[in-house]
Every structure is written in structure tokens, then in C-alpha cells.
């Protein structure tokens, strides 16, 4: 069975960086599609950024367009978020989520939660104003 881990969630003031990582433990398929999503209390869930299994396309929400990029890592489907210039209406529960469905096809990005079976636990995100 699959699981996520996501690392690199924080405290830090208005303006600053994280960079988040999520990493696949346990059996390992071939490479798949790959999103963050995140939730801020009393707020639905919300799509924040995807890349497909090969990593040609990628995916943001327009709220962090030119401010959040998301890659793939050398290690297969590994998963990063680089955060820039980040705000306070940023602070949320970050979580990561994998599209294992062999019938996707490679340069498929899923922009629902509904196109992801898989997820991590979440990591906080805490932007001080």
C-alpha cells in the first residue's frame, strides 16, 4: 500500500519561503500524477498546484500563479512545492495526493480531489503577517 509523507511545512513572516516535499513509502508504481491541495479552517478543500506522471504539465490555482511552483524529484514521484513571496491568506493545511489509476494516461493532471486516491497526512503552513 502506498503512503504519502509530506516534510517542510512551517512558521514563517509574510514575504518568506518553504519548500514542501512528499515522498511515496511502501510499494512503488511508475511514475503518476501528482497534486497539493490545502485547507484552511473553516474552508473546503482546495487545489492548489498539479503535475502530470511525466512532468510536462503543471497545473496552479490562480491565487499562487508566479509564486508556487511544483516539480518532480530524481527519485521517482517524488514531489516538491517551492513557496515564494507567501502571505497570510496562505496559511493552511498542505497535503499531498497521487493519481494512482493506471488508465491515466502521462501528461494527465488532475485539478479535482476526486482524481486522486491517495494522499498524505498533511503538513501545517503558517504564514505570520
Known amino acids: 500500500q502506498v503512503q504519502l509523507v509530506e516534510s517542510g511545512g512551517g512558521l514563517v513572516q509574510a514575504g518568506g519561503s518553504l519548500r514542501l516535499s512528499c515522498a511515496p513509502s511502501?510499494?512503488?508504481?511508475?511514475?503518476?500524477?501528482m497534486g497539493w491541495f490545502r485547507q484552511a479552517p473553516g474552508k473546503e478543500r482546495e487545489f492548489v498546484a498539479g503535475?502530470?506522471?511525466?512532468?510536462?504539465?503543471?497545473y496552479y490555482v490562480d491565487s499562487v500563479k508566479g509564486r508556487f511552483t511544483i516539480s518532480r524529484g530524481n527519485a521517482k514521484n517524488t514531489v516538491y512545492l517551492q513557496m515564494n513571496s507567501l502571505k497570510p491568506e496562505d496559511t493552511a493545511v498542505y497535503y499531498c495526493?497521487?493519481?494512482?489509476?493506471?488508465?491515466?494516461?502521462?501528461?494527465?493532471?488532475?485539478?479535482?480531489?476526486?482524481?486522486?486516491?491517495?494522499w498524505g497526512q498533511g503538513t501545517q503552513v503558517t504564514v505570520s503577517s
Open positions: 495526493a497521487a493519481a494512482v489509476k493506471p488508465f491515466l494516461g502521462p501528461d494527465f493532471v488532475g485539478l479535482d480531489s476526486q482524481d486522486y486516491n491517495y
Open positions: 511502501g510499494r512503488i508504481f511508475s511514475s503518476y500524477a
Open positions: 503535475i502530470s506522471g511525466n512532468g510536462g504539465s503543471t
